[in-house]
């Protein structure tokens, strides 16, 4: 299964969805802020899957995602951004960053449906060389 990454300030909704993508048999990483998740890139490697809160402390999910891109390997790292913000602007936002959306309260079957399909798709196309 996946490695995931979860970037995610709230500790209950972190342990929430860390506990919930390893139960679906990913293998996660969790922490509390984008400076973090890129620390923890830097020294460990990348993530198959991201997900990210978009209101984190410090950088917010969107330049952490886009930081996170910027690393060598790691350019089309598929994102999930998980979080209450449901202004059409940060939605927008988000996808221009191609990144899928979903919204707190969140329906733990739906997330996990999401970063497997997120999984599988960057396989494919890491397989195909696109």
């Known amino acids: 299964m996946a490695r ?4 995610e300030d709230d500790p209950d909704i972190r342990e929430l969805v860390s ?10 990483v969790a922490v509390d802020d ?14 198959e899957v991201a997900v990210l809160d978009v209101g984190l402390p410090g950088l917010d999910g969107f330049a952490t ?21 449901v202004h059409e602007a940060d939605v927008e936002r988000g996808r221009a960053l191609g990144a ?8 733990a079957s739906a997330l996990i449906a999401t970063v497997e399909r997120l ?9 195909d060389g696109w």
Do not use: C, M, N, W
């Open 4 to 7: 995931v990454l979860v970037v």
């Open 19 to 28: 506990l919930r993508l390893r139960a679906a048999g990913h293998r996660t």
């Open 34 to 47: 984008g400076e973090s998740a890129l620390a923890l890139v830097d020294a460990h490697g990348g993530p």
């Open 65 to 85: 995602l886009q930081e996170l891109r910027a690393r060598p390997g790691l350019h089309d790292v598929p994102a999930v951004f998980l979080t209450a913000r």
């Open 100 to 107: 899928t959306y979903l919204t707190k309260p969140f329906i």
């Open 119 to 127: 999984a599988r798709e960057r396989a494919v196309v890491a397989a």
